[in-house]
């Protein structure tokens, strides 16, 4: 199995600009998470979906942030307009509801300026 | 006072040393987590684990639950070991709790 799939891996924008973030679960789990990671803050829970459906984004910073999950096996991370302070790695991971096993993909570094 | 602390924050040995990290928890928890993160690559998942010892080559991860307290050892440490190693802690993978990192540099 390729693992789970991020992309792109590394994004550069302008404040306000749009940014998407994607991500494809490994086929066959059911539970996926979005997470960012800082220096300050380290890992946080962004939004997580069981099933495809969006069950607790309370971690989601502000409305700028969306996330969705069209089908098991894509979901995106959206930021509009996005800002400095969303400079960041965002990571997605998935899992089968269950088991309890994490598996991260390689992250997606943004930088905001 | 955070719900996962680990230490040291950072550690640096020799190559052979045997190494220690630490983990200890305030909150209720089915799992316990180690992660592994190379510098500027992903995270990999190296124990999860609810009790007792789980062992992987030259890696070993221990749980006290009572103790709220688990640690990760590592034997024969080599450069490539070097890496931050992420406790992390929840009820299950849904609410899971992070550790700050610790950051291991094993120098040869």
């Known amino acids: 199995d390729a693992g789970v799939i991020q992309s792109p891996r590394h994004e550069v924008t302008e404040m306000g600009q749009e940014v998407t973030l994607r991500c494809k679960p490994i086929s066959g789990h059911n539970s996926l998470f979005w997470y960012r990671q800082t220096m300050m803050r380290g890992l946080e829970l962004l939004i997580y979906f069981n099933n495809n459906v969006p069950i607790d984004d309370s971690g989601m910073p502000e409305d700028r942030f969306s996330a969705k999950m069209p089908n098991a096996s894509f979901s995106t991370l959206k930021i509009q307009p996005s800002e400095p302070r969303d400079s960041a790695v965002y990571f997605c991971?998935?899992?089968?509801?269950?088991?309890?096993?994490?598996?991260f993909g390689e992250g997606s570094r943004l930088t905001v300026l | 006072k955070n719900e996962v602390e680990q230490s040291p924050q950072n550690l640096t040995a020799q190559e052979g040393e045997f190494i220690t990290i630490n983990c200890s928890y305030s909150?209720?928890?089915?799992?316990l987590h180690w992660l592994q993160q190379h510098p500027g690559g992903g995270i990999v998942s190296l124990f999860m684990l609810s009790s007792g010892k789980k062992k992987h080559g030259r890696l070993i991860a221990t749980i006290n639950i009572q103790e709220k307290h688990s640690s990760l050892h590592i034997t024969a440490s080599h450069p490539r070991d070097s890496a931050v190693y992420i406790c992390?802690?929840?009820?299950?993978?849904?609410?899971?709790?992070f550790g700050q990192g610790t950051r291991l540099t094993i120098n040869p």
């Open positions: 909150v209720g928890i089915s799992a």
């Open positions: 992390a802690v929840g009820p299950g993978a849904q609410k899971l709790v």
């Open positions: 991971a998935s899992t089968l509801v269950g088991t309890g096993e994490l598996f």
